[in-house]
């Protein structure tokens, strides 16, 4: 073909991103006949839904022979908009993300019944894959093929991995999350659920306070929806935003609605495990912020009613790590409060559950990043109690163990917010242990890690009144330690 061909064909596609994509394939087999240009034009099509493709997929999407999806794929590996992902084994590729979602959009918006026909292919294909990747490249595809369905789909496996899935699988839901709402491929309850997932990820990265306009649109968009679950989900968020805003009587108004619409559902349905579970959060979230304003008493009595529920669910299937790691949290909330309390040993009692479970979650799957950062938070908590006892020896080793596993986490994830939030209270934590004259050294150098931390953490955002305050309450730590310098020596 010469550059007068060329140049034809790329006009023809009139600048449409996804008309270009599909002209690679003219440029490359200007020899083939048209109904072979055709068949493998349909090929790339079907090939940019999916995130990888190799040649089993393809012939699942496009319903051919495993013979003639090998031609066509070999013939689509040798287009400029295909690269290898060899992340997904040695003969996968995928389209280049640009022209992927360009191709996506267009079928979408103009051939929208083979993109649902390809998009539900694709859903029954990796239905049966349980690793995470099948399972988000699932969820993705039944979203678009069946909207309602994949809601539904999706507010199951938000629950399900919200205890036990790692941090990586979670933000890797995320992503694929956050492309079919900025691709505009979702509307209704399939939309809500979308955001929610997106915002929960980000909850989890230490994003909450940036979180206020999404969480409303979420809740307005449930509504209209009338899906009750989103609107308990949506208010629980909106409460996670007030709380990180100081505006502590707001957060529990929204936390009395997502336990009330909670309470509703569970009745409904008391045989519905994942709606008790949100029961129990719900109790919870109410509990954390009753114990923030300081009535302890009916903190400790929403504490008390998470953990019953908590226990019942973990005994009735002790093999589901998710339920026992929420019993594990739901222990450290009323050994929190029981602590506030002044009850230190019954404290202890508590927290040494929350820590025993959260080992046995580390045994079982030590590469799960979010069970060993809940192990750090058991250990500073048992360190937390021990100090108050007087135990300092004890609360040092608590703490120390503490810190390694924060050092971890954070130089394992720089961008996690949150990640790096624990390892400056970790670092401060240890200071306030080093009392004595002779480690006014080590606890200069404790401060100073956790003042380094919090004021890149402010800068990062600037708007976070918790991170703020915290800063400042170490630069205020740290100058009263760098006074007492020339005492020391």
């Given at each position: 073909?010469?550059?007068?061909?060329?140049?034809?064909?790329?006009?023809?596609?009139?600048?449409?991103?996804?008309?270009?994509?599909?002209?690679?394939?003219?440029?490359?087999?200007?020899?083939?006949?048209?109904?072979?240009?055709?068949?493998?034009?349909?090929?790339?099509?079907?090939?940019?839904?999916?995130?990888?493709?190799?040649?089993?997929?393809?012939?699942?999407?496009?319903?051919?022979?495993?013979?003639?999806?090998?031609?066509?794929?070999?013939?689509?590996?040798?287009?400029?908009?295909?690269?290898?992902?060899?992340?997904?084994?040695?003969?996968?590729?995928?389209?280049?993300?640009?022209?992927?979602?360009?191709?996506?959009?267009?079928?979408?918006?103009?051939?929208?019944?083979?993109?649902?026909?390809?998009?539900?292919?694709?859903?029954?294909?990796?239905?049966?894959?349980?690793?995470?990747?099948?399972?988000?490249?699932?969820?993705?595809?039944?979203?678009?093929?069946?909207?309602?369905?994949?809601?539904?789909?999706?507010?199951?496996?938000?629950?399900?991995?919200?205890?036990?899935?790692?941090?990586?699988?979670?933000?890797?839901?995320?992503?694929?999350?956050?492309?079919?709402?900025?691709?505009?491929?979702?509307?209704?309850?399939?939309?809500?659920?979308?955001?929610?997932?997106?915002?929960?990820?980000?909850?989890?990265?230490?994003?909450?306070?940036?979180?206020?306009?999404?969480?409303?649109?979420?809740?307005?968009?449930?509504?209209?929806?009338?899906?009750?679950?989103?609107?308990?989900?949506?208010?629980?968020?909106?409460?996670?935003?007030?709380?990180?805003?100081?505006?502590?009587?707001?957060?529990?108004?929204?936390?009395?609605?997502?336990?009330?619409?909670?309470?509703?559902?569970?009745?409904?349905?008391?045989?519905?495990?994942?709606?008790?579970?949100?029961?129990?959060?719900?109790?919870?979230?109410?509990?954390?912020?009753?114990?923030?304003?300081?009535?302890?008493?009916?903190?400790?009595?929403?504490?008390?009613?998470?953990?019953?529920?908590?226990?019942?669910?973990?005994?009735?299937?002790?093999?589901?790590?998710?339920?026992?790691?929420?019993?594990?949290?739901?222990?450290?909330?009323?050994?929190?409060?029981?602590?506030?309390?002044?009850?230190?040993?019954?404290?202890?009692?508590?927290?040494?559950?929350?820590?025993?479970?959260?080992?046995?979650?580390?045994?079982?799957?030590?590469?799960?990043?979010?069970?060993?950062?809940?192990?750090?938070?058991?250990?500073?908590?048992?360190?937390?109690?021990?100090?108050?006892?007087?135990?300092?020896?004890?609360?040092?080793?608590?703490?120390?163990?503490?810190?390694?596993?924060?050092?971890?986490?954070?130089?394992?994830?720089?961008?996690?917010?949150?990640?790096q939030r624990d390892l400056a209270v970790a670092h401060l934590r240890l200071a306030r242990l080093k009392t004595g004259s002779g480690q006014l050294t080590e606890r200069i150098d404790h401060l100073q890690e956790a003042q380094r931390i919090f004021e890149r953490l402010v800068a990062g955002t600037p708007d976070h009144p918790g991170w703020r305050d915290e800063s400042q309450f170490v630069a205020r730590e740290l100058a009263a330690a760098e006074a007492l310098r020339p005492r020391a020596r």
């Open positions: 073909m010469d550059f007068a061909e060329q140049l034809r064909v790329l006009q023809a596609a009139e600048g449409n991103p996804a008309k270009l994509a599909l002209a690679t394939v003219d440029l490359a087999f200007p020899e083939l006949p048209d109904a072979d240009r055709t068949a493998l034009k349909e090929a790339l099509e079907a090939a940019a839904i999916p995130h990888w493709c190799d040649p089993r997929i393809l012939a699942t999407l496009m319903q051919i022979t495993p013979e003639e999806s090998e031609v066509r794929f070999a013939r689509l590996r040798k287009l400029t908009v295909i690269e290898p992902f060899p992340a997904r084994g040695e003969g996968a590729v995928n389209v280049h993300e640009a022209a992927r979602l360009a191709v996506r959009k267009w079928l979408a918006a103009d051939h929208s019944d083979s993109f649902r026909t390809l998009s539900q292919r694709a859903a029954e294909h990796f239905q049966s894959d349980r690793s995470p990747a099948g399972q988000i490249e699932w969820i993705s595809h039944l979203l678009c093929a069946a909207p309602d369905e994949g809601a539904t789909e999706l507010e199951r496996l938000n629950r399900d991995w919200c205890s036990s899935a790692r941090p990586e699988d979670h933000q890797a839901l995320a992503v694929a999350m956050r492309e079919l709402e900025e691709t505009s491929l979702a509307t209704g309850r399939a939309q809500v659920w979308i955001l929610l997932s997106i915002s929960w990820a980000r909850v989890s990265r230490g994003e909450t306070s940036q979180l206020g306009p999404v969480a409303i649109r979420v809740l307005d968009l449930a509504r209209v929806a009338r899906d009750a679950r989103a609107e308990a989900d949506a208010q629980c968020l909106i409460g996670d935003v007030l709380v990180t805003q100081g505006k502590l009587a707001e957060a529990q108004a929204a936390y009395a609605e997502f336990l009330a619409i909670s309470r509703r559902l569970a009745a409904q349905d008391p045989d519905n495990a994942g709606w008790q579970r949100e029961l129990a959060v719900a109790h919870s979230k109410v509990g954390d912020v009753l114990e923030a304003q300081g009535k302890l008493v009916e903190a400790r009595a929403a504490f008390a009613e998470d953990l019953e529920i908590s226990r019942r669910l973990a005994a009735q299937e002790p093999g589901n790590a998710g339920w026992q790691h929420d019993l594990a949290v739901a222990h450290s909330r009323v050994g929190g409060v029981l602590e506030a309390q002044g009850k230190l040993a019954e404290a202890q009692v508590a927290f040494a559950e929350y820590l025993a479970i959260s080992r046995r979650l580390v045994a079982q799957d030590p590469d799960n990043a979010g069970w060993q950062r809940e192990l750090a938070v058991a250990h500073s908590r048992v360190g937390g109690v021990l100090q108050a006892q007087g135990k300092l020896a004890e609360a040092q080793a608590a703490f120390a163990e503490d810190l390694a596993i924060s050092r971890r986490l954070a130089a394992q994830d720089p961008s996690n917010a949150g990640w």
